[in-house]
């Protein structure tokens, strides 16, 4: 079966640190990954996809199909940072996006 | 614009009673997808659709349903609830590829 995991619950971080939040998936085909964010108080919004290649708010991330991992990078973290993250993803063909459950990044000052 | 709307934002049901959840989606947008959210979990994808018909559903049972009206508005209905139906229901429009998720409906069961 399609699965997206995310193997940390809460990730810690100083402010100005790098970032890495890991995400893997298991499927054979081609997928579209995507990263969505859900701030305090605010709605679950679209961070940044694989096939747009866009660095969002310093945020990257590459898709290692090797490694099946799409893992979302920024190299110095800032506190507005903080937020939950969820790893996603579409297979081709098809039109429902699976999601992982998810990483709180907390950014510490 | 003002996105998509769900309602209502909360309510409390009771063990074998009936739900039914509203969303708007975002401007230009016609198909909606609903997922459930449990706590400290990531959206399950219950179903979505378009054109007024069901698409895709996801790993739900059967109590799980929905509707989309001709204005692509929808709703989602659940019977028979059960404690474990408590959660928080997310709807989304999507354009291109991207979701667009309301604030979501959060039902307790009793």
């Known amino acids: 079966a399609q699965r997206v995991t995310q193997p940390e619950k809460l990730l810690s971080v100083f402010k100005g640190a790098p970032v890495e939040l890991k995400c893997n998936y298991s499927?054979?085909?081609?997928?579209?990954l995507f990263w969505y964010v859900q701030y305090s108080r605010q709605r679950l919004q679209l961070l940044l996809r694989?096939?747009s290649r866009e660095s969002i708010k310093g945020f990257t991330a590459d898709l290692n199909k090797g490694e099946t991992s799409f893992h979302l990078k920024k190299p110095f973290a800032q506190e507005e940072d903080s937020a939950m993250y969820y790893c996603?993803?579409?297979?081709?063909?098809?039109?429902?996006?699976?999601f992982g459950k998810g990483t709180r990044l907390h950014i510490l000052p | 614009d003002a996105g998509v709307t769900q309602s209502p934002t909360h309510l409390i049901k009771t063990r074998g009673q009936q739900v039914t959840l509203r969303c708007s989606p975002k401007?230009?947008?016609?198909?909606v997808s609903w997922y459930q959210q449990a706590l400290g979990q990531g959206p399950q994808f219950i179903f979505q659709?378009?054109?007024?018909?069901?698409?895709q559903r996801g790993n739900f049972p059967d109590r799980f349903s929905g509707h989309q009206f001709p204005n692509y508005s929808s709703e989602l209905n659940v019977n028979a609830l059960l404690l474990g139906d408590s959660a928080l229901y997310l709807c989304?429009?999507?354009?291109?590829?991207?979701?667009?998720f309301g604030e979501g409906s959060r039902l307790t069961v009793l």
């Open positions: 659709y378009y054109e007024e018909e069901e698409r």
């Open positions: 499927y054979s085909g081609s997928p579209e």
């Open positions: 401007s230009g947008h016609d198909t």
């Open positions: 996603a993803l579409r297979w081709d063909g098809d039109d429902k996006i699976i």
């Open positions: 694989h096939i």
């Open positions: 989304a429009s999507s354009s291109l590829g991207e979701l667009f």
